[in-house]
């Protein structure tokens, strides 16, 4: 009997083919067919290993450490994500699988009981690794990134350090010269990192797409400086927090400067997420510096920057129809003569947030009718808002799916009806502190209140969410 031609085709192609298929069933079918189908597809199996539950984790460990194992399963793993594990995950499990030394992509986040005993010896037997998410894993420090910087083979594109708050400046500088191919890397509440953690990084992982620096508040506007200067791939910068940032810390629109302004050599075309959450001593100079040297900014965030004016919202207008998320919230100084300017200048804002910008009146919420765009908009703590508005709203934005107008206290029901029935997507409604809105009637189809509000905001608590909305709706 002749023998098919798929038992002479090259295994080159028989891995490519084997690829293709969509699903582990399919694949675990090819692996019972030959020997050679067995040897083309058992790696594909174990490549990218689903570990659901206990169970299947405690079998996956079971296997690892047999002595008479068909193949090397180990050596096939280069994607595991144990992150469903968080209770369970000690040390002393994760210590057993130094087997796995071609290992490319790992996520550990939220096991908070792994330490530098397991992740060091870890990422030393792991050269290859690609991405490693550590996020809210406390009790990591220097030990376990030197680990990984040294033994890594310069492929590290990826690390998630969010929480980790032991972690220091002798760390990320190992990282920073052993990773020249770095893309994103997360340090958002590494309160112990300095200047020279950041400036290290600008210098040598030139390819950063992302970089996250939330809540390091002891930087300096060197640090970022430098990022200005020399990171120009970059996508996405977070700031939030770094409150004791100037605006010496980002560009000049001088196209002269003096040796004590910054100039990129080059502009940030590539930036489209910046978030400056409460740099509150910035001021209208830094953002117009900003806008013009990263002119396709898409989702911009400025809440808590209490020292922008409506001249700060001329320089953001430049952004145009490239703008499509802006925060605003306690940006307190804004008038309606510049948000009225930022709506005509911004057509295809999706999502603006003007809460506690207590001098906007029903003028500047009227002038969102014209956002085609626009899905969610926060209105929260507007005193001036009055029921006009959202009969405005109600009649232009129909597209609208969550608003929020807590302690807008002037509002009544009759207006909120109105919207309510006009915006038929609409799936999120927040009304706490609103008055008129304490009636049992009303409250019948809102949302519990979170566990741990006390007993006045339980009171004030009105959020109306999924089906409650509807059935508001139908009672109104």
Known sequence: MSLSIANYLPHEI??????????????????????????????????????????????????????????????????????????????????????????????????????????????????????????????????????????????????????????????????????????????????????????????????????DLTNCDKLTDRAIREVWLHLHHLRELQLNHVTGLTDDAFPTRNSHPNPYTLSPAHPFDHLRLLD??????????????????????????????????????????????????????????????????????????RYIDLANCSLLTDLSITSLTSLTKLRRVGLVRLPRLTDNALYALGEKNTGLERIHLSYCEALGVDAVGFLVARLGRLTHLSLTGVGSFRRKDLRAFCRLPPKDFNAHQRLAFCVYSGKGVSDLRKHL
């Not at 028989?14 to 699903?23: A, D, E, M, N, R």
């Open 276 to 349: 400056l959450t409460s740099c509150a001593l910035l001021t209208d100079a830094a953002l117009e510096g900003i806008i013009t040297n990263a002119p396709r900014i898409r989702q911009l965030t400025l809440t808590r920057c209490s020292g922008l004016t409506d001249e700060a919202l001329g320089s953001v207008g430049k952004l145009g129809r490239g703008l499509h998320f802006l925060h605003l919230g306690h940006v307190s100084n804004l008038t309606d003569l510049g948000v009225t300017r930022l709506v005509q200048s911004c057509p295809r804002l």
């Open 14 to 211: 028989l891995v490519h083919i084997f690829k293709k298929l969509g699903s582990k069933a399919d694949q675990h079918t090819c692996l019972l067919v030959s020997r050679a189908w067995c040897q083309c597809s058992v790696e594909l199996l174990w490549h990218k290993l689903a570990v659901p539950n206990l169970a299947a984790l405690l079998k996956l460990l079971h296997i690892l450490s047999r002595k008479d194992q068909t193949f090397a399963y180990a050596s096939f793993i280069r994607r595991l994500n144990l992150s469903a594990h968080t209770s369970h995950l000690t040390d002393e499990i994760v210590v057993r699988l130094v087997p796995c030394v071609r290992l490319e992509r790992l996520t550990l986040g939220n096991c908070v009981t792994l330490s530098d005993a397991s992740l060091a010896p870890l990422f030393s037997a792991c050269p290859q690794l690609v991405a490693v998410d550590l996020n809210n894993v406390p009790n990591v420090t220097d030990e376990s990134i030197i680990a990984l910087a040294t033994h890594s083979v310069h492929k590290l594109q990826g690390v998630n350090l969010t929480k980790c708050a032991r972690i220091t400046d002798e760390g990320i500088l190992a990282l920073a010269r052993a990773s020249p191919l770095l893309r994103r890397i997360k340090l958002h509440g590494l309160v112990l990192l300095t200047e020279e953690s950041v400036v290290a990084l600008a210098h040598g992982c030139p390819l950063l797409l992302e970089l």
